[in-house]
Each structure stands twice: as structure tokens, then as C-alpha cells.
């Protein structure tokens, strides 16, 4: 009799944890959306139990207090996030969990370019950093080996000065902030400070949270850093920690390997690696607001030798004078070009 009353109490708890295993819901979310429209979250309940109450978070931020909730994101970044959803029914929670992806809100405004001036450039130099400052170019090259920073003269292309990396390091991308030369290094999680007037080492930094560096500007109160994905770095200049980053989307998709950077405007100037192409960020959430097209540009450079990583990877700004410079991996000349919509309204 005891036997029977164990079994029959067994196959009822097995009864129970299976109903429990049954309560099941349907977190329903777009996969992507464009932040013009309004995100839609709701919570269904697949098998008739009854919630309670859900709330909404995004990335770990409540958003919403109730189910079927309609959420504004004209004021959220771009690129992937996660939503949370906490469910309440029978005295039990629930969290069930989507990625999403935010999409600026309107296509990306597509340039042309003309020529302005042009001026020499050592087609021996892999540029992987362009700068602009009083006159002169200050440029970082790669290369395990052949990696350096060096201070040229504009019109005529003369090195100035010159300072080697240890070989060991690949260098990448350099900015010029507060009478320093902030440099970057490709694989090596590291980066390097230089006297702006001596070329002298100051001291060495690491990387955060990003793996690699690439390309490397400022603003006027922080560094700014890609490192060869969708994300841009924003670093606090005295530490040099990575405080945050934004990720550049047009209204369909993201942009990978942003290289080279610089700050215009206002606006994040990122070179895309192995295409002859610029695009124009918006630094608050990621937009990518214009494209431009510099193929044929590419086209008018005299390459020693075909080789496919000869392509544009160098962009300067004289803010003084509101001009841009461009220029690319072994190319032999440096261009000062304007900008223009291919079809303005």
C-alpha cells in the first residue's frame, strides 16, 4: 500500500514539473527596426497561463511597465541591442530575452568630389594614420619593420622628422591632441604617446575592451578609436580608457571595417579598408549620414606595382581653412579635395 502511494505521489510530482515545464511565452520583437518607427514589445502567452505584469529593459534599462508597450528610439544608438523581457504570473519570473538591431532612420546622402590641389607623397610609405597641423603632414605608416611616425612637409612631400616603431609592433592609426601624438598599434593591444616637437616617447597605453586598433582622431574633450569592426571607441584622454562606443549603420545595415578616421565638422570621417570609400558618422548614435565615392581618385594615382592593398587610407582636415586632404596606401600623391551631393535637391 505504502509502494503504491509513493508511486502514485511520484507520477503526480512528475505531472506538475511537467505543467510547470510547459508554462511557455512568445516574446515577440522585430529583428531589426529603423529608429524613425516606434518599437513594439509585447509578451503572448502560448498556453493559456495568465501574467500578471512584464517589464521591458534594453540593454538592462527599464523601458516599459506593461505589455504592448510602443517605445520611441529617435534618441538611441545605432547597432545591436538586447531587450529583456521580466514576466510575473503564479507567484513565478520570467526573463526572456531578443537582440535587435536599430537602423538610422534615412538613407545616406551620396558624394562626389573634385580635385582641388594636388601635392607628392612617398609611395613607399603603407599609410595607416594621416594628420594635418600648421602647415605640415604628419603621417604613421605599418608594417612590421617599416612602422613609423614622421613630420612632412605639404607641398613638397620633405620628411621633417622621423621616428621607427620597434619592430615588433604594426603601427596604425595616430591623432595630434594637446601638443601629444597619440599612436596605435595594430594586433598588439597597445598604443604609444610621442612629444608633438621632439618625436620622444612619452609613455605606452592598452586597449579596453576592443581587440585591435585601427584608426585614430579626436574631438575637443576625448580620443576617438576604430578598431577595424562596426564600433567606434571614445576615450577619455587622461587615462586613455575606452568609455563607450557607438556603431555605424546606414537604414539597411552596418559598416564594417572602419580604418582611418578624423574629425570634421562635427562629423567622424571613417575609411572603409579595401574600398576607396569615406563615410560620414554621426558621433551621437552612429548614423552614417553620406558616402563618398573616390574610385576614381584611386584611378589617377601612379602605383609602382598593382597591389591590392593600395587603396585610400589616409584623411587630414585643416580646420583653419576648411580643407581636406586624402591620400592612400603606396600612393605617390596626396589630394586636397571638396565635396559635393551628386544630386542635390
Known amino acids: 500500500m505504502l509502494t503504491r502511494i509513493f508511486f502514485l505521489a511520484f507520477l503526480s510530482s512528475l505531472l506538475f514539473t511537467g505543467c510547470k515545464e510547459d508554462i511557455s511565452f512568445k516574446f515577440s520583437t522585430p529583428k531589426?527596426?529603423?529608429?524613425?518607427?516606434?518599437?513594439?514589445?509585447?509578451?503572448?502567452?502560448?498556453?493559456?497561463?495568465?501574467?500578471?505584469?512584464?517589464?521591458?529593459?534594453?540593454?538592462?534599462?527599464?523601458?516599459?511597465?506593461?505589455?504592448?508597450?510602443?517605445?520611441?528610439?529617435?534618441?538611441?544608438k545605432l547597432g545591436k541591442h538586447l531587450l529583456t523581457a521580466t514576466l510575473f504570473f503564479q507567484g513565478q519570473t520570467k526573463k526572456l530575452n531578443n537582440f535587435i538591431h536599430f537602423l538610422a532612420a534615412q538613407k545616406p546622402v551620396i558624394y562626389d568630389f573634385k580635385i582641388i590641389n594636388t601635392f607628392p607623397h612617398d609611395s613607399d610609405a603603407f599609410t595607416?594614420?594621416?594628420?594635418?597641423?600648421?602647415?605640415?603632414?604628419?603621417?604613421?605608416?605599418?608594417?612590421?619593420?617599416?612602422?613609423?611616425?614622421?613630420?612632412?612637409?605639404?607641398?613638397?612631400?620633405?620628411?621633417?622628422?622621423?621616428?621607427?616603431?620597434?619592430?615588433?609592433?604594426?603601427?596604425?592609426?595616430?591623432?595630434?591632441?594637446?601638443?601629444?601624438?597619440?599612436?596605435l598599434t595594430?594586433?598588439?593591444?597597445?598604443?604609444?604617446?610621442?612629444?608633438?616637437?621632439?618625436?620622444?616617447?612619452?609613455?605606452?597605453?592598452?586597449?579596453?575592451?576592443?581587440?585591435?586598433?585601427?584608426?585614430?582622431?579626436?574631438?575637443?574633450?576625448?580620443?576617438?578609436?576604430?578598431?577595424?569592426?562596426?564600433?567606434?571607441?571614445?576615450?577619455?584622454?587622461?587615462n586613455l580608457q575606452e568609455k563607450r562606443f557607438i556603431e555605424a549603420y546606414t537604414n539597411k545595415r552596418k559598416a564594417e571595417r572602419l580604418n582611418e578616421?578624423?574629425?570634421?565638422?562635427?562629423?567622424?570621417?571613417?575609411?572603409?579598408?579595401?574600398?576607396?570609400?569615406?563615410?560620414?558618422?554621426?558621433p551621437k548614435n552612429g548614423t552614417i549620414e553620406g558616402i563618398i565615392?573616390?574610385?576614381?581618385?584611386?584611378?589617377?594615382?601612379?602605383?609602382?606595382?598593382?597591389?591590392?592593398?593600395a587603396v585610400l587610407n589616409g584623411i587630414a582636415y585643416d580646420s583653419e581653412n576648411d580643407r581636406l586632404f586624402v591620400t592612400g596606401k603606396n600612393w605617390n600623391k596626396t589630394f586636397e579635395i571638396k565635396l559635393f551631393p551628386q544630386n542635390p535637391k
Open 32 to 76: 531589426k527596426i529603423n529608429i524613425d518607427q516606434k518599437l513594439e514589445l509585447s509578451v503572448g502567452e502560448t498556453n493559456g497561463t495568465v501574467v500578471d505584469s512584464v517589464h521591458f529593459y534594453l540593454n538592462g534599462l527599464k523601458i516599459a511597465g506593461k505589455n504592448n508597450a510602443k517605445i520611441n528610439l529617435q534618441d538611441q
Open 128 to 183: 595607416q594614420g594621416f594628420e594635418y597641423h600648421k602647415g605640415f603632414i604628419y603621417e604613421s605608416t605599418g608594417g612590421k619593420g617599416t612602422s613609423f611616425i614622421r613630420k612632412t612637409v605639404l607641398k613638397t612631400g620633405k620628411t621633417l622628422q622621423q621616428k621607427d616603431l620597434n619592430s615588433q609592433y604594426f603601427g596604425e592609426g595616430i591623432t595630434l591632441f594637446n601638443n601629444k601624438i597619440y599612436q
Open 186 to 238: 595594430w594586433q598588439s593591444k597597445k598604443g604609444f604617446t610621442y612629444d608633438l616637437n621632439t618625436f620622444e616617447p612619452l609613455k605606452s597605453f592598452a586597449y579596453g575592451e576592443s581587440n585591435e586598433g585601427w584608426g585614430l582622431t579626436h574631438n575637443d574633450q576625448e580620443l576617438i578609436k576604430s578598431d577595424g569592426t562596426e564600433r567606434i571607441w571614445f576615450l577619455d584622454p587622461q
Open 261 to 282: 578616421i578624423e574629425y570634421v565638422k562635427g562629423k567622424i570621417y571613417a575609411n572603409i579598408w579595401q574600398k576607396n570609400t569615406i563615410i560620414i558618422i554621426d
Open 293 to 309: 565615392n573616390l574610385n576614381k581618385l584611386r584611378n589617377s594615382v601612379d602605383l609602382k606595382e598593382q597591389n591590392k592593398d
